[in-house]
Structure formats: C-alpha cells, structure tokens
C-alpha cells in the first residue's frame, strides 16, 4: 500500500522559507499526480499546489503563486513544496496526496500524509 510521509514543518518568521518534503513509499505501479493541501484553525482545508508525473504541468491557488513552487524527484519518490515569503496566514497543517485515478485537473486523491505543522508568527 502506498504510504506517504512529510517532513520539513516548523516554526517560521514571517519572510521566512520552509521546504516541505513528503517522501512516497509503497506500491506505485502508475505515474500519479501529487498535491498539496492545508488546513488552517478554524478553516477548511484547501489546495494549495499540485504537479503531474512529469513534473511538467504545475498548479497552484492564487494566495501561493509567486511565494510557493511544488517540485518532484521521481528517483528518489520525494515531493517537495519549498515556501518562500512565508506569511502568518500560510499557518496550517499541511498535508501532501497522491492521485492515482485521474489527470492534475480531476484532483482524485487516493493517499494522504499524516500531516505536518507549519507555524508562521509574525
């Protein structure tokens, strides 16, 4: 079974940078879509970034574009969101997810992460 495991939270100034890591392990028989998530108090979890196998096609929402790039090293199964400019609002649980059934645009998640905290004071 796939599993995928995050690293890389923290507490962060404000300006500050991060890079997440989620690591992929398991049964992988197919290329897959990999995203990230996150989760602030008192909110719903949102999309933050995805990337196709290829690493080609990118996608992000709006509040990261320009601050957050999401990256893959398929020979090492690893996932990446390096955050840059980080802002208090960027405060959340961060989740990263696999997508086995379908294209970057259908956002069929399959696997999650545990999650990890990622703290921006100001």
């Known amino acids: 079974q796939v599993q995928l495991v995050e690293s890389g939270g923290g507490l962060e100034q404000a300006g500050g940078s991060l890079r997440l890591s989620c690591a992929v392990t398991g049964r992988t028989f197919s290329s897959y879509v990999m995203g990230w998530f996150r989760q602030a108090p008192g909110k719903e979890r949102e999309f933050v970034a995805a990337?196709?196998?290829?690493?080609?096609?990118?996608d992000y929402t709006d509040s990261v574009k320009g601050r957050f790039t999401i990256s893959r090293d398929n020979a090492k199964n690893t996932v990446y969101l390096q955050m840059n400019s980080l802002k208090p609002e960027d405060t959340a649980v961060y989740y990263c997810?696999?997508?086995?059934?379908?294209?970057?645009?259908?956002?069929?998640?399959?696997?999650w992460g545990q999650g990890t905290q990622v703290t921006v004071s100001s």
């Open positions: 997810a696999a997508n086995f059934r379908g294209s970057i645009w259908t956002r069929n998640y399959d696997y």
């Open positions: 990337i196709s196998w290829s690493g080609g096609i990118t």
